[in-house]
DNA sequence: ATGTGC
């Protein structure tokens, strides 16, 4: 499929109706020549023409330059569908539903934090619970859990768990409405009642970092970031129960495609239509799930900060944004000089509005980057942009790769402290199991998805 | 991603 792509400039290629039967629209993938030489043999590609292929697409099927092969739609992967002949697919999210990034800036100094880097570095670790399975002091009624549900992070804030800020900061005010908890099934619930303000496992992190470079200083300004100032990343999803509600209806969809008589060209892309009973719950429920993976991340922000407050009295973590990967939202978008509602699938994408931060987290041991969104990814892309690096090595071939390998001293030698839950997750996130991040960004600052506001540089990173 | 796997 590789040779049937069209370079259309740059940064963009085409993927033409004809590369594969039942396209409906084109493929537009962002890579200029070393991402293209990444493209793996095909098999993402392919899923690219197969999400062409859904009910109701409009525009292209979009690969961001970090794509890879995902469940049913590549993991980099963004495509909308007309909110009344479209449909609604849990791959199209993703496993972990409303996984997204929270950016907190400092006043504090590099060289202030470095005499006390091993402490605090430690004090965090055991503050917030990390590693598969991990659960965390806060214990819930099922009551209690479907009031997170229903009111995301500003359930956080007003049990004392952070300020007003922080919720202006936060993608949709922190708080997505429509959630329906009653939806949300019990087994979902069960396993995300003791797990609000962990971390987990995977490429999740939380990470000390330093602000190295700044690309545009009024923008930066106006995040709360300047050179050489700490930061920290908080990156974490929906956890157990984000998962559940993915499995869940993945069961519910399978059954759904039979009765709408829908066709797909791959069984995991099972869908419904957007109108149907089956997508209006699926909607509901990771609504829930997403407003959960809020609640997590302004809860974790929270312990950060009250463990930063006992090493640096008066010098608070101000929010930068918090926003999500792996989503599908209802909006509104102009379309060929036509105004649509689009259901927009971003699975390993980040949304990017004009003037909202970007936040695109590296991977281990590599730069972070902050861009912030603009007026031409709203007419080109559905208001969307890359979300990371991307894997070039599936997690078993990154492992079988870091056999003898000291991960923990390599990651010192750059000079970056590591504590982590589990050596095999260490492994499976070895920096070279992933694309270079710095390519990746500059693609989409090409394309003007999204324009580059400042680098962040890793200082301590905690894994789960 | 995940109370990790056919």
Same mark, same amino acid.
């Given at each position: 499929?590789?040779?049937?792509?069209?370079?259309?400039?740059?940064?963009?290629?085409?993927?033409?109706?004809?590369?594969?039967?039942?396209?409906?629209?084109?493929?537009?993938? =962002?890579?200029?020549?070393?991402?293209? $030489?990444?493209?793996?043999?095909?098999? %993402?590609?392919?899923?690219?023409?197969?999400?062409?292929?859904?009910?109701?697409?409009?525009?292209?099927?979009?690969?961001?330059?970090?794509?890879?092969?995902?469940?049913?739609?590549?993991?980099?992967?963004?495509?909308?569908?007309?909110?009344?002949?479209?449909?609604? /697919?849990?791959?199209?999210?993703?496993?972990d539903i409303s996984?997204?990034?929270?950016?907190?800036?400092? =006043?504090?100094?590099?060289?202030?934090?470095?005499?006390?880097?091993?402490?605090? $570095?430690?004090?965090?670790f055991s503050a917030v619970p990390s590693g598969v399975g991990s659960s965390s002091a806060i214990r819930l009624s099922l009551k209690d859990l479907d009031d997170v549900l229903r009111k995301g992070a500003?359930w956080a804030?007003?049990e004392?768990m952070?300020?007003?800020?922080?919720?202006?900061?936060?993608?949709?005010?922190?708080?997505?409405?429509? %959630?329906?908890c009653?939806?949300v099934s019990s087994r979902a619930k069960e396993r995300g009642k003791n797990q609000l303000g962990t971390l987990g496992s995977g490429?999740h992190?939380l990470?000390?970092?330093?602000?190295?470079?700044?690309?545009?200083?009024?923008?930066? /300004?106006?995040?709360?970031?300047?050179?050489?100032?700490?930061?920290?990343?908080i990156?974490c999803g929906s956890r157990g129960l984000g998962h559940q509600v993915?499995d869940d209806?993945?069961?519910?969809?399978?059954? %759904? *495609?039979?009765?709408?008589?829908?066709?797909?060209?791959?069984?995991?892309?099972?869908?419904?239509?957007?109108?149907?009973?089956?997508?209006?719950?699926?909607?509901? !429920? *990771?609504?829930a799930a997403?407003n959960f993976a809020m609640a997590n991340r302004q809860i974790i922000?929270s312990v950060?900060?009250?463990?930063?407050?006992?090493?640096?009295?008066?010098?608070?973590?101000?929010?930068?944004?918090?926003?999500?990967?792996? *989503?599908?939202?209802?909006?509104?978008?102009?379309?060929?000089?036509?105004? #649509?509602?689009?259901?927009?699938? #971003?699975?390993?994408?980040?949304?990017?509005?004009?003037?909202?931060?970007?936040?695109?987290?590296?991977?281990?041991?590599?730069? !972070? =980057?902050?861009?912030?969104?603009?007026?031409?990814?709203?007419?080109?892309?559905?208001?969307?942009?890359?979300?990371?690096?991307?894997?070039?090595?599936? #997690?078993?071939?990154?492992?079988?790769?870091? #056999?003898?390998?000291?991960?923990?001293?390599?990651?010192?030698?750059?000079?970056? $402290?590591?504590?982590?839950d589990?050596?095999?997750?260490?492994?499976?996130? *070895?920096?070279?199991? =992933?694309?270079?991040? !710095? %390519?990746?960004?500059?693609?989409?600052?090409?394309?003007?998805?999204?324009?580059?506001?400042?680098?962040?540089?890793?200082?301590?990173?905690?894994?789960g």
């Amino acid at each position: 499929m590789k040779n049937l792509l069209k370079r259309m400039d740059n940064v963009r290629l085409l993927l033409e109706k004809e590369a594969f039967p039942g396209m409906a629209v084109p493929g537009l993938i =962002y890579a200029d020549h070393y991402i293209e $030489t990444m493209l793996e043999q095909d098999s %993402a590609l392919e899923q690219v023409a197969h999400v062409a292929c859904l009910p109701g697409i409009v525009g292209y099927s979009y690969a961001m330059p970090d794509i890879h092969w995902g469940y049913g739609f590549p993991i980099g992967g963004v495509a909308a569908f007309d909110v009344n002949e479209g449909i609604i /697919s849990p791959g199209g999210v993703g496993y972990d539903i409303s996984c997204g990034v929270r950016l907190l800036s400092s =006043y504090i100094k590099l060289a202030d934090i470095k005499p006390v880097l091993d402490a605090l $570095t430690t004090a965090l670790f055991s503050a917030v619970p990390s590693g598969v399975g991990s659960s965390s002091a806060i214990r819930l009624s099922l009551k209690d859990l479907d009031d997170v549900l229903r009111k995301g992070a500003r359930w956080a804030v007003k049990e004392g768990m952070g300020m007003q800020d922080d919720l202006d900061r936060t993608e949709e005010g922190g708080c997505l409405d429509g %959630a329906l908890c009653e939806f949300v099934s019990s087994r979902a619930k069960e396993r995300g009642k003791n797990q609000l303000g962990t971390l987990g496992s995977g490429n999740h992190f939380l990470e000390i970092q330093v602000v190295d470079e700044i690309f545009d200083k009024a923008a930066a /300004s106006q995040m709360n970031l300047e050179s050489g100032s700490i930061t920290v990343m908080i990156h974490c999803g929906s956890r157990g129960l984000g998962h559940q509600v993915c499995d869940d209806y993945l069961k519910v969809m399978r059954r %759904a *495609m039979a009765k709408y008589k829908i066709d797909v060209p791959d069984r995991q892309l099972c869908c419904a239509p957007i109108q149907s009973e089956e997508g209006q719950q699926y909607i509901g !429920s *990771m609504k829930a799930a997403a407003n959960f993976a809020m609640a997590n991340r302004q809860i974790i922000g929270s312990v950060v900060r009250d463990v930063f407050a006992q090493f640096f009295p008066g010098k608070p973590l101000f929010p930068v944004y918090d926003v999500s990967h792996n *989503m599908a939202h209802i909006e509104k978008h102009i379309w060929e000089g036509r105004k #649509r509602e689009v259901c927009v699938h #971003r699975k390993g994408a980040t949304r990017a509005f004009e003037g909202q931060p970007v936040l695109i987290p590296g991977s281990m041991g590599t730069a !972070s =980057y902050v861009l912030v969104g603009t007026k031409k990814a709203e007419m080109e892309s559905f208001a969307s942009t890359c979300h990371g690096a991307g894997r070039v090595l599936s #997690r078993n071939e990154a492992v079988k790769r870091t #056999r003898g390998q000291n991960l923990v001293r390599e990651m010192a030698d750059r000079g970056v $402290t590591v504590k982590a839950d589990s050596f095999r997750t260490l492994g499976e996130e *070895m920096p070279e199991a =992933y694309k270079d991040i !710095s %390519a990746v960004v500059e693609v989409v600052h090409q394309a003007q998805l999204s324009l580059k506001v400042a680098k962040l540089k890793p200082v301590a990173v905690i894994k789960g």
